[in-house]
């Protein structure tokens, strides 16, 4: 699981840790294991908020761990042409590499430690597979897909593309330089990461190595989801969690992880990504890939996605199998 590496850890700006006293850490109020399924043309994920409900996700809607897996040659898979509309995706591939499309003209290649976020706003289509070298070649496959939703009035926002390397990154060491954080979106002990989002949010992925600690101050106003992607260890000082299990904390305004002393040989640090975002409190009606506020919304949608009104397969397809430059 390589993301993005620090050479030297102790080297890189501290988190501040927050006060107990004037930031109490958040008690964890549920812990789930993410139930195995397939997704597109039959690629295995791990659906990581499955029994959460959605008053506690707000403003998240749904996340995919993709993966992990090793393919063989000729196994490789992704999704055909699907439209999307009310809410934002976000993909981050931890190891592998994947290709995007869509029909507002945005696209590119991601691999170890790139996001794609795409605004779906009033509608759009799109594509994700491995490149044709992969599916030939097979080999190792391991990502995340979230669905960040957005509020009522900027559903109909116009179709937005970032493609976010993993060298962009705020790369940041906990008080005791035993976790590596990795910030892809929003703001942490004063520092930015850059993804741009309609919905106020924080993407964290923390390394934890054997018998580390991590606080980290958190907005009040926010919630805080802790997935672990491999290895254990506690969640909000008292709460067993390991590999593919999500934590819900309550309120407060610090979170804390701590790694256990011994890791699996598979996993030798624990792999955490850590979620928050200001809830929207709207209503939600969502209906396979469209995320609205009503039902007559969802059925607008669909009825618009028939008329084309969501974008159309471009006739010429972008050779996306070489990565764009950096």
Same mark, same amino acid.
């Given at each position: 699981? *390589?993301?993005?590496?620090?050479?030297?850890?102790?080297?890189? *700006?501290?988190?501040?840790?927050?006060?107990?006293a004037d930031a109490p850490d958040r008690a964890v109020i549920s812990i789930t294991t993410a139930p195995s399924g397939l997704e597109g043309e039959g690629f295995p994920v791990r659906r990581a908020f499955a029994g959460v409900g959605q008053s506690l996700l707000d403003?998240?809607?749904h996340m995919d761990q993709m993966g992990e897996v090793e393919y063989q040659p000729g196994e490789p898979k992704g999704t055909p042409w699907h439209p999307h509309r009310g809410f934002e995706t976000v993909t981050y591939m931890i190891d592998g590499t994947f290709q995007h499309q869509d029909s507002n003209g945005g696209g590119g290649v991601i691999t170890n430690g790139d996001t794609q976020w795409m605004t779906a706003g009033a509608?759009?289509?799109?594509i994700e597979k491995p490149p044709e070298a992969l599916v030939a070649s097979g080999g190792l496959f391991h990502g995340i897909q979230l669905?960040?939703?957005?509020?009522?009035?900027?559903?109909?926002?116009? *179709?937005?593309?970032?493609?976010?390397?993993?060298?962009?990154?705020a790369l940041l060491s906990s008080t005791d330089g035993g976790v590596?954080?990795?910030?892809?979106?929003?703001?942490?002990?004063?520092?930015?990461?850059?993804?741009?989002?309609?919905?106020?949010?924080?993407m964290l992925h923390a390394s934890l190595?054997?018998?580390?600690?991590?606080?980290?101050?958190?907005?009040?106003?926010?919630?805080?989801l802790a997935y672990v992607l491999a290895g254990s260890g506690v969640a909000g000082g008292s709460a067993p969690l390991t590999t593919g299990q999500l934590a819900v904390f309550g309120a407060g305004g610090a979170i804390s992880l701590a790694a256990d002393s011994q890791q699996e040989s598979r996993?030798?640090?624990?792999?955490?990504?850590?979620?928050?975002?200001?809830?929207?409190?709207?209503?939600?009606?969502?209906?396979?890939?469209f995320v609205m506020n009503t039902e007559e919304e969802l059925r607008q949608a669909f009825t618009d996605y028939r008329a084309g009104r969501l974008g159309t397969v471009p006739a010429a397809h972008l050779d996306l199998g070489t990565r764009p430059a950096d």
């Open positions: 699981m *390589p993301a993005i590496t620090a050479a030297n850890p102790l080297a890189l *700006p501290r988190i501040p840790a927050p006060a107990t403003p998240f809607v509608g759009i289509l799109h669905w960040v939703n957005l509020p009522a009035s900027q559903k109909w926002s116009p *179709p937005r593309y970032q493609d976010i390397r993993g060298g962009q990154v590596l954080v990795r910030v892809i979106a929003g703001e942490v002990g004063g520092h930015q990461g850059p993804g741009v989002t309609h919905t106020p949010i924080v190595t054997p018998g580390s600690l991590l606080r980290l101050p958190w907005r009040s106003d926010f919630n805080a996993s030798p640090v624990m792999e955490v990504l850590i979620l928050g975002g200001l809830p929207i409190r709207e209503p939600v009606a969502w209906y396979g890939p």
